[in-house]
Nanobody, 126 residues
């Protein structure tokens, strides 16, 4: 059974940086798209960024483009989210998702992802 574990969240001042990690176990996901989503209190889970299995393509939501970078190390079964120039509106629980399909696209809907971690809290103070 696939398990995803996120880490790296915390409290940071506006303008600061954090690096999130998502380690997958139970299966090799080297060819499966993976993505980061976030959910703030009272809001729906929203797409942040995703990466194809090969790592050759990435996709970002407009509100993080230019500030966040997603990458993956398939040898370590790990996906990263480097977050720079953080803003208070980035405050949320960040979740890692993985598709069970080896598809050559990066879906933006959370319903397209089959495996989820428990999330890591990111809080940005003003």
């Amino acid at each position: 059974q696939v398990q995803l574990v996120e880490s790296g969240g915390g409290l940071v001042q506006a303008g600061g940086s954090l690096r999130l990690s998502c380690v997958a176990s139970g299966s090799t996901l080297s060819w499966n798209p993976m993505a980061w989503f976030r959910q703030a209190p009272g809001k729906e889970r929203e797409f942040v960024g995703g990466i194809r299995g090969s790592g050759s393509n990435t996709r970002y939501a407009d509100y993080v483009k230019g500030r966040f970078t997603i990458s993956r190390d398939n040898a370590k079964n790990t996906v990263y989210l480097q977050m720079n120039s953080l803003k208070p509106e980035d405050t949320a629980v960040y979740y890692c998702g993985a598709s069970r399909l080896t598809i050559p696209i990066i879906p933006t809907s959370p319903t397209s992802y089959d495996y989820w971690g428990r999330g890591t809290q990111v809080t940005v103070s003003s």
